[in-house]
Nanobody, 124 residues
Framework: QVLLVQSGGGSVQIGGSLRLSCSAE????????IGWFRQDTEKAREFVGA????????AYSDTVKGRFSITRDITKNEVYLEMNSLKPEDTGVYYC?????????????????WGQGTRVSVSS
């Protein structure tokens, strides 16, 4: 199994930037792709983006494409979500997730483990 521990987040003004980190631990973490989801109050959890652990291919939702980027540091077993040009609608709790099927994860399913979540608030 895989254990995910998140860090980062906080409050930022419109147009600002934040970076979230997700540290993966466990004997089989290298078999998992890592994705990011977010959820705001009274809204369903939505897919933000994901990185394929085998070839670093990435996928993003249309709402964040061009503003957010996902990278990884294999030496540290960490994945990062870099968020730029933040908007109020980016506000929410962000979760990193691990899954074995990259395509399923981009469709919002196939998640085997979740991070603890971290809040991002964007205001004027």
């Amino acid at each position: 199994q895989v254990l995910l521990v998140q860090s980062g987040g906080g409050s930022v003004q419109i147009g600002g930037s934040l970076r979230l980190s997700c540290s993966a631990e466990g004997p089989t973490f290298r078999f998992y792709h890592i994705g990011w989801f977010r959820q705001d109050t009274e809204k369903a959890r939505e897919f933000v983006g994901a990185i394929d652990w085998t070839d670093s291919n990435t996928a993003y939702s249309d709402t964040v494409k061009g503003r957010f980027s996902i990278t990884r540091d294999i030496t540290k077993n960490e994945v990062y979500l870099e968020m730029n040009s933040l908007k109020p609608e980016d506000t929410g709790v962000y979760y990193c997730a691990a899954g074995r099927n990259f395509a399923a994860m981009t469709g919002g399913t196939g998640v085997d483990a979740w991070g603890q979540g971290t809040r991002v608030s964007v205001s004027s």
